[in-house]
Structure formats: C-alpha cells, structure tokens
C-alpha cells in the first residue's frame, strides 16, 4: 500500500486582478524600491494596513470595514520586504558613516506617522517577513502570516484558519487601537475560489 501524498500549497495561488496603471512618481518610485501607498493615512492615523502578495484584498477590504472607525487608516503595499528592509538597512550604515541625510523608502513612507500609529502587517507568508517594519520609527507593530503550511481548503476557508482574512485583520486593529469599536464584517472574497 503506497503513503498518502500530501500537497502543500501557498496561499499565494490567489489570482488577484492588477491595478490599472499610476502615473505618480511617488508610487513608482516606492514599488521599485518595495513599498507605497494604496492608501494614504491621514495625518490623525492611529492604524496602518500593510500587505504584501496575494492577501493584499482581505487587507483593503478590512480597511474599508475599519475606516467608519478609523477614518484615517491607511494601506501599504508592499512589492518586495527584501529591497524595502535593504535600502532601510544601507540609511542606517550610511548615517553610522556621517551621511545625515540617508534616508530610505521605509523611512519616507513611515516618518509622518504620529507615534501611537499601530501597524498591521499581513502576508502569505511568514509573519517575521515584515515585523522589522514596526522599528523604522518606532511604532508597535503586529504581524499576521502563514507559520505553518500543510492544510487545503478553499482560500477562504484557509485565510480564516490563518487569521489572516479581512474580519481577523480588522479584530486585530480594533484591539490594538483606541475609538469606537470596529463593527463585525464577514469577508467573503476568497469563499468562492478554491485551492487545487
């Protein structure tokens, strides 16, 4: 009798629909570089969204559902943790080498934060990949991922499991922010598509 094959899948099988295209230079410049904004905090900000990959419609779709309490929340998508954290990690040598004014995409995307803004971070993959973030200018940060791999189900099914869904997300930023309590929300954007 032969063992029972089991498959082992990202969750990153998600077919997401691209962006149109943005002219802003801001925008092109930090996709390059690893970040920018989908959606700009405002300047009372208590909660950022940032995403990478495939999870980044759970993260809109819970900024949509926090923003009746959290009006000036905001989304950053990231389009390479790797190129983001080396060009924070190059500033930092620069300065430790008398270059005061290095200064990196992290650090541009995040200075305007106000100090009690909460990070959220989100990805299909490990949760470690983006919790460096939180240290760019000192704000708390919590970081959602995938730790363990083996389960199949629906993309749905799988992002609840994982905690990773837009609802999980948006308990996550009531909990660590002060206002009104984020009213419940069931995203249903990865129920009908399944993982093969």
Same mark, same amino acid.
């Given at each position: 009798?032969?063992?029972?094959?089991?498959?082992?899948?990202?969750?990153?099988?998600?077919?997401?629909?691209?962006?149109?295209?943005?002219?802003?230079?801001?925008? $092109?410049?930090?996709?390059?570089?690893?970040?920018?904004?989908? &959606?700009?905090?405002?300047?009372?900000?208590?909660?950022?969204?940032?995403?990478?990959?495939? %999870?980044?419609?759970?993260?809109?779709?819970?900024?949509?559902?926090?923003?009746?309490?959290?009006?000036?929340?905001?989304?950053?998508?990231?389009?390479?943790?790797?190129?983001?954290?080396?060009?924070?990690?190059?500033?930092?040598?620069? $300065?430790?080498?008398? %270059?005061?004014?290095?200064?990196?995409?992290?650090? &541009?995307?995040?200075?305007?934060?106000?100090?009690?803004?909460?990070?959220?971070?989100?990805?299909?993959?490990?949760?470690?990949?983006?919790?460096?973030?939180?240290?760019?200018?000192?704000?708390?940060?919590?970081?959602?991922?995938?730790?363990?791999?083996?389960?199949?189900?629906?993309?749905?099914?799988?992002?609840?499991?994982?905690?990773?869904?837009?609802?999980? %997300?948006?308990? &996550?930023?009531?909990?660590?922010?002060?206002?009104?309590? %984020?009213? $419940?929300?069931?995203?249903?954007?990865?129920?009908? &598509?399944?993982?093969?």
């Amino acid at each position: 009798m032969k063992p029972a094959v089991r498959q082992i899948l990202r969750l990153s099988t998600n077919s997401l629909e691209q962006p149109g295209k943005r002219i802003e230079n801001d925008y $092109r410049q930090g996709a390059v570089d690893g970040a920018c904004w989908l &959606r700009k905090p405002g300047p009372n900000s208590n909660a950022v969204i940032a995403c990478q990959g495939a %999870i980044a419609p759970e993260a809109i779709c819970a900024t949509g559902f926090a923003g009746e309490a959290r009006r000036d929340a905001g989304v950053l998508a990231v389009t390479s943790a790797d190129r983001l954290n080396t060009g924070w990690t190059a500033a930092q040598r620069a $300065r430790s080498q008398g %270059i005061a004014d290095a200064h990196s995409c992290a650090e &541009r995307l995040l200075a305007g934060l106000p100090p009690s803004c909460k990070l959220v971070t989100v990805t299909d993959g490990h949760p470690a990949t983006l919790s460096w973030s939180g240290s760019v200018s000192s704000h708390q940060v919590v970081s959602l991922g995938v730790g363990l791999f083996g389960q199949t189900g629906t993309i749905g099914d799988l992002y609840r499991h994982k905690g990773v869904d837009a609802e999980s %997300i948006v308990k &996550r930023v009531d909990k660590l922010t002060s206002g009104k309590p %984020i009213g $419940r929300r069931h995203s249903t954007a990865g129920d009908s &598509r399944a993982v093969a």
